[in-house]
């Protein structure tokens, strides 16, 4: 191979690695705020319910459904009732369930 078709395979590796760890860095948010606003914000914005409005996030509506803890809502988000979409361990890690369960306690619960 030549030196020149040997560097544009190598510099084309450099970038796909490189544009990996962007991307695994960008699937992955920091904040609980950020993963809610991902994938919770849609049927739940404001902390509100699209579906079940009277539902909504707000401490009334969570100690109503006996969530007063962080690992309350991650149960939650594991086995959801009907309407809600079910997040497992392959779309929210164990740790990023807890940033956002956190976060809606403190955010929302109020």
């Given at each position: 191979?030549k030196?020149?078709?040997l560097?544009?395979?190598?510099?084309?590796?450099?970038?796909?690695?490189f544009?990996q760890?962007?991307?695994?860095?960008?699937?992955?948010?920091?904040?609980?705020?950020?993963?809610?606003?991902?994938?919770?914000?849609?049927?739940h914005?404001?902390?509100?319910?699209?579906f079940k409005?009277?539902?909504?996030?707000?401490?009334?509506?969570?100690?109503?459904?006996?969530?007063f803890k962080?690992?309350?809502?991650?149960?939650?988000?594991?086995n959801?009732?009907?309407l809600?979409?079910?997040?497992?361990?392959?779309?929210?890690?164990?740790k990023?369930?807890?940033?956002?369960?956190?976060?809606?306690?403190?955010?929302?619960?109020?």
């Amino acid at each position: 191979m030549k030196k020149s078709a040997l560097f544009v395979v190598i510099a084309a590796a450099v970038i796909f690695c490189f544009s990996q760890t962007l991307l695994s860095e960008d699937k992955k948010p920091a904040t609980g705020e950020e993963i809610f606003n991902k994938f919770c914000s849609v049927c739940h914005p404001n902390g509100g319910n699209v579906f079940k409005p009277k539902e909504d996030l707000s401490k009334a509506s969570l100690e109503a459904h006996n969530i007063f803890k962080p690992e309350d809502i991650v149960k939650v988000m594991r086995n959801p009732g009907p309407l809600m979409t079910k997040f497992d361990t392959n779309t929210i890690s164990d740790k990023d369930a807890m940033l956002v369960a956190e976060y809606i306690l403190k955010k929302y619960n109020k």
